[in-house]
C-alpha cells in the first residue's frame, strides 16, 4: 500500500490531453514539493517534474505539474503513443523522513 | 557527461548480504548526495536511503533501517549500498541515482543503469 495514491491505469487518444493524479496527506504532499517520474519497461525512470512544476532541461512543455494542497497532478498535452508507460509521483513524508513513490499510473495511448 | 555505472547483477542466497557499487563520473561526487531506489517485478520504485558523499552523513528509510548500510569512497567516486538478511522479497533491481542541485531529496536526474539482485535458495 503506497503512502501516495495514484490511479492504477488513464488511457487517451493521440492529441488528447490526459491527466495524472496524485494523492497524499499533510504529512507528505502538503507540506513538500512534488516530483514526477516517466518509466519505459527495463528502464530506470526519467525526471520529468520537479518542486511540483518545474521541468528539466529537454523535457518537452507537453508535461506540466501542478499542485493544490494534499494533490498533485501532472498534465499531459498533445498525447504521444511514445508518451505510453508508467507515470510515479515522489515526495518527502515528514512523518516516515523519507522519500515516498506513488503506486504508478500505466498510461496507455489507444 | 554525468554518469553513472553501477556493477553487475547478483544472485544471493536467503540470509545473504550483498554489496553494490556505483562510480559516478562527470561531476563532483562530494557535491550531491547519492539516493538508492529498489524496484521489485512489477512494483514501483522504493526509495531506500542516501549517502552524503562529502561527510559519509548516511539517511535510511524506515523499512531498512537496521539491514541497509550505505558507504563511499571518495578517491574513487564511489557509493555503495549493502543489504544484509536477505530474503526473496529483496529480488529487485537497485539503482543508484544521483539528484538535480534544485530538489535534493526527491530530483533524481541521473540514474545508473540498474543491478539485478535475485535472492532465491
Known amino acids: 500500500q503506497s503512502v501516495l495514491t495514484q490511479a492504477p491505469s488513464a488511457s487517451g487518444t493521440p492529441g488528447q490531453t490526459v491527466t495524472i493524479s496524485c494523492s497524499g496527506s499533510?504529512?507528505?504532499?502538503?507540506?513538500?514539493?512534488v516530483t514526477w517520474y516517466q518509466q519505459f519497461p527495463r528502464t530506470a525512470p526519467k525526471l520529468l517534474i520537479y518542486r511540483n512544476d518545474q521541468r528539466p532541461s529537454g523535457v518537452p512543455d507537453r508535461f506540466s505539474g501542478s499542485k493544490s494542497g494534499t494533490f498533485a497532478a501532472l498534465a499531459i498535452s498533445g498525447l504521444q503513443s511514445e508518451d505510453e508507460g508508467d507515470y510515479y509521483c515522489v515526495t518527502w513524508d515528514d512523518s516516515l523522513s523519507g522519500a515516498v513513490f506513488g503506486g504508478g499510473t500505466k498510461l496507455t495511448v489507444l | 557527461q554525468v554518469q553513472l555505472v553501477q556493477s553487475g547483477a547478483e544472485v544471493k542466497k536467503p540470509g545473504a548480504s550483498v554489496k553494490v557499487s556505483c562510480k559516478a563520473s562527470g561531476y563532483t561526487f562530494t557535491h550531491f548526495y547519492v539516493h538508492w531506489v529498489r524496484q521489485a517485478p512489477g512494483h514501483g520504485p522504493q526509495w531506500m536511503g542516501r549517502i552524503n558523499p562529502n561527510t559519509g552523513d548516511t539517511h535510511y528509510a524506515r523499512n531498512f533501517q537496521g539491514r541497509v548500510t550505505m558507504t563511499r569512497d571518495t578517491s574513487i567516486s564511489t557509493a555503495y549500498m549493502e543489504l544484509s538478511g536477505l530474503t526473496s522479497d529483496d529480488t529487485a533491481v537497485y539503482y543508484c541515482?544521483?539528484?538535480?542541485?534544485?530538489?535534493?531529496?526527491?530530483?533524481?536526474?541521473?540514474w545508473g543503469q540498474g543491478t539485478l539482485l535475485t535472492v532465491s535458495s
Open positions: 499533510t504529512s507528505n504532499i502538503g507540506g513538500n514539493s
Open positions: 541515482a544521483k539528484p538535480t542541485y534544485y530538489d535534493l531529496l526527491t530530483g533524481y536526474e541521473y
